[in-house]
């Protein structure tokens, strides 16, 4: 290969590595809009909360308020056993109000990941944007139809999974499935999005089901309904007294 044709060369795959950088969408913007749709952001909403078991069915009633990043309040409405029953987050600590002792209990930062009123979510998957804090994302792949992130726990993250892969619509970053995965690479949990519904510029997917892929018939579901975001949250809904008083 004589000089020129190797100059000419070695231009064209500079600008083809350069043209290739600018398609490629960076990862922490991708996963910022996907979060962004997955939480609604700021408002009030009511969920029913289904928990499904080979031997059994239990449903709640919950009522949520965010502020739509670090924030969150849950009050469980039904059933009576539980009504009254509260939880709030606030950044990385967790307080949880117990009617029946009428006390409220902090849990440390671990306990964001721990299982809530024995479903298959955890308190972080109610509120809170635990993932763009928890984890490293890369694109995995992209196309016109779907994008995947592969998202690496952080050494400190208080998370008991490996690894992580985010998949959502490429022109919208709506999102579609989570599937975590174990240390050993073995996938264990998978939660999919559907039903979305526009919400000023965001597309809510207001119907999540998370199914334990270890564990046949262990399914949660989670329903949105009246659901109002794009409001302005009360301060008073993030604070201690709100556990026991609620925030109507």
């Known amino acids: 290969m004589n000089r020129k044709i190797r100059v000419t060369a070695l231009v064209l795959l500079a ?27 700021a408002g009030r909403a009511t969920i029913t909360l289904t928990v499904s078991r080979p031997d059994r069915r239990t449903e709640y009633v919950l009522v949520v308020w965010s502020d739509g990043e670090e924030r969150g309040l849950v009050q ?5 056993r539980d009504a009254g029953q509260a939880f709030l987050k606030v950044g990385d600590n967790l307080w949880v109000y117990t009617p029946r002792l009428k006390r409220t209990l902090r849990l440390p930062p671990s306990g964001r990941s ?10 972080s998957d109610l509120s809170g944007r635990d993932i763009e804090q928890d984890y490293t994302a890369r694109v ?3 196309d016109a139809k779907n994008v995947v992130l592969e998202l690496i726990p952080r050494p400190s993250a208080p998370t008991p999974y490996g690894k992580l892969t985010v998949t959502a619509d490429a022109s919208t970053f709506a999102p579609q499935e989570w599937l975590f995965y174990d240390q050993r690479g073995q996938a264990v949990k998978r939660v999919a ?3 979305h519904t526009k ?7 207001t119907r999540t089901i998370v199914e334990d892929l270890l564990r046949s018939g262990y399914r ?7 659901y109002r ?19 109507e």
């Open 229 to 247: 975001f794009g409001v302005k949250v009360p301060e008073a809904c993030f604070t201690l007294q709100a556990l026991e008083q609620g925030c």
């Open 76 to 80: 469980v409405k039904s059933p009576a």
């Open 193 to 195: 999005f559907s039903q």
């Open 114 to 123: 721990e299982s809530f009123l024995g479903s298959d979510i955890s308190y």
């Open 220 to 226: 949660t579901t989670a329903v949105y309904s009246d």
């Open 199 to 205: 919400i000023g510029d965001r597309l809510f997917p």
């Open 15 to 41: 600008a083809l590595a350069t043209a290739t950088a600018k398609a490629a969408p960076d990862a922490r913007t991708v996963l910022r809009a996907i979060e962004d749709n997955h939480r609604g952001g």
């Open 140 to 142: 995995a792949s992209a």
